[in-house]
């Protein structure tokens, strides 16, 4: 079997899928999966992918990248203390646009160049989604010129076909939206045309045999045969992610390497997979007050604006004799707010840490013991009004153990907003409940973070960029670089990694059967 394996990512976001597949370790502690090519177009994202691409070159992460962020400074130039890792993560993450003429020309080098290797290759990655997610199909109804066949991101995946007939990989991982199961042009379902376009990538028909990812009784991740398209639905949440993230995610394997392997060897090692939540998640993060987006925004400011909101809020309550449990939980906050002796601050220099209870393989895999600081994690700035509907919003739910609909807000805190009390923004106001996993991270954090509220009624604010790369399982030491608004698209846009190095294991085992000339699984 091979020792390694060349893994191309395609729209590589920031490397989520990667990063899970780089980690995957086999039972001789070596790590077959090397990621030699990725692409990505947009800046942010493709300088985080860089950044990781060269400190994936070391065993250790260099000691410098530490110094640099525990004492906030600026990063070393790489370039200059380590010539030859930043060259060749240069050349490893490229950003480029798949589908222009630009980007065909360099690949198509590179591919051969690749090909000439003779190194058993993967390619991941999936085409971006805004066309087939239901928000984004919501949103192009609205245009009204509209005209889906011209969309060009209906068919970037044809761009992920054409590379995989250039590259003929032993397999493949496409992750996209659910959207894309019911997404149809011309009539015709999107979806059964990509399956038909991915078995079909090598020129013949039936040239691979594509799988979904399943765990079975025992806890073993599965690659199975799909009966019907939902079956193609990978839901994060069963593989220890703190998230219920459902995408789709087809695996496909080159028929001569399918042909060799039985449906038990198309599984992992058991696991005894435990459920996370958002406590697990983000509990151990310290604390930090949200900040003022009008006017000054000092502690001493925040902490009369905040007080005057959550008394606003109990006297709202006691007006409309909601629930007796919540408005209790609205006092005793209240009453501890006002005795707290200090305000945490709104950029943590602090150090990461865990709830006792998090789940052991979620925290060796999120845990970074050398750095002394939390990175990415530093509050927005909130409306006035909105840090009372923040407040109220995280005592209801940790009272409730769901979040308040629209309706159940006492009218005093309802939004000057028209459709309010229509129903369409019934969960306009969303706390992450800390005993609860979270809603879907999408990149909508970033223009928006009611939906994402903290759960704790004192922090009165959204999460942050880390703690929602917490809850799609990055580790702490992945840094996201560019504005945080980048930052949160590039986090609500990937695969969770600790679900990617699940699906790498099960790749690794069938594929150590499937190749030629091999006697089993390592
Ligand atoms: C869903 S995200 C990928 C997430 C990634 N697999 C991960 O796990 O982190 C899709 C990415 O494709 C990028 N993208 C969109 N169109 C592209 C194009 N034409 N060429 C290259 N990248 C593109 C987007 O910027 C986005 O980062």
Same mark, same amino acid.
């Given at each position: 079997m091979a020792s390694n394996y060349q893994v191309v990512d395609l729209f590589?976001?920031?490397?989520g899928l990667a990063e899970g597949f780089s980690a995957f370790t086999n039972d001789e502690g070596s790590?077959?999966?090397?990621?030699?090519l990725s692409v990505e177009k947009e800046k942010a994202a493709h300088r985080t992918l860089q950044l990781r691409a060269f400190l994936r070159q070391f065993d250790e992460l260099p000691t410098e990248y530490y110094d640099a962020l525990n004492r906030g400074r600026p990063m070393p130039n790489w370039a200059e203390t380590h010539e030859g890792e930043w060259q060749t993560a240069e050349e490893e993450a490229l950003q480029l646009e798949l589908g222009s003429a630009k980007a065909a020309s360099i690949l198509d080098k590179r591919i051969a160049e690749l090909v000439t290797l003779g190194v058993p290759t993967i390619v991941i990655g999936g085409p971006p989604c805004q066309a087939y997610s239901l928000v984004g199909r919501a949103r192009n109804k609205a245009?009204?010129?509209?005209v889906p066949e011209e969309d060009h991101r209906h068919f970037l995946y044809r761009e992920y076909v054409r590379i995989l007939k250039g590259l003929r990989p032993v397999a493949f991982v496409m992750e996209n939206v659910k959207g894309m199961l019911s997404s149809s042009l011309d009539g015709k379902r999107i979806f059964d045309k990509v399956l038909d376009d991915l078995r079909a990538a090598?020129?013949?028909?039936?040239a691979y045999e594509l799988y979904a990812i399943a765990l079975d009784d025992d806890g073993r991740t599965t690659l199975r045969k799909a009966?019907?398209?939902?079956?193609?639905?990978?839901?994060?949440?069963?593989?220890?992610?703190p998230q219920a993230r459902h995408r789709v995610i087809i695996v496909g394997l080159r028929k001569d390497i399918a042909a060799k392997i039985s449906p038990d060897h198309r599984a992992s090692t058991a696991v005894a997979r435990e459920r996370s939540s958002v406590r697990h998640a983000i509990g151990g993060l310290p604390a930090l007050r949200s900040g003022l987006s009008r006017g000054e925004d000092s502690a001493a400011e925040w902490r009369e604006v905040v007080a005057s909101q959550m008394e606003t809020v109990v006297s709202a309550l006691e007006a409309s004799e909601l629930d007796a449990d919540v408005l209790l939980a609205a006092r005793n906050a209240l009453a501890g707010f006002k005795k707290a002796n200090s305000l945490p601050p709104r950029l943590s220099t602090a150090s990461a840490s865990f709830e006792d209870d998090c789940p052991a393989l979620l925290a060796d895999w999120l $845990? *970074?013991?050398?750095?002394t600081v939390t990175l990415n994690h530093s509050s927005r700035g909130h409306m006035t009004e909105d840090l009372g509907r923040y407040f109220f919003s995280a005592v209801f739910t940790g009272v409730r153990g769901r979040a308040p609909k $629209? *309706?159940?807000?006492p009218t005093a805190l309802?939004?000057?907003?028209?459709?309010?009390?229509?129903?369409?923004?019934?969960?306009?106001f969303r706390t992450q409940g800390w005993d609860q996993r979270s809603t879907t991270v999408t990149s909508h954090i970033s223009k928006d973070g009611h939906y994402f509220?903290?759960?704790?009624?004192?922090?009165c604010r959204s999460l942050t960029v880390r703690e929602a790369a917490r809850l799609q399982t990055f580790?702490?030491?992945y840094l996201f670089l560019g504005n945080r608004t980048e930052q949160y698209v590039q986090v609500g846009n990937a695969v969770p990694p600790f679900l990617a190095r699940q699906i790498a294991e099960v790749l690794h085992r069938a594929l150590s059967y499937g190749e030629p000339g091999q006697q089993g699984a390592t």
């Open positions: 590589a976001g920031p490397g790590a077959p999966f090397v990621v030699t245009i009204e010129d509209y090598d020129g013949n028909p039936e009966s019907r398209h939902q079956d193609y639905i990978v839901k994060a949440e069963d593989y220890g992610v $845990a *970074e013991p050398n750095l $629209a *309706e159940e807000f309802a939004p000057a907003h028209a459709n309010w009390t229509t129903g369409k923004f019934a969960d306009r509220i903290h759960p704790d009624p004192m922090q580790p702490d030491n």
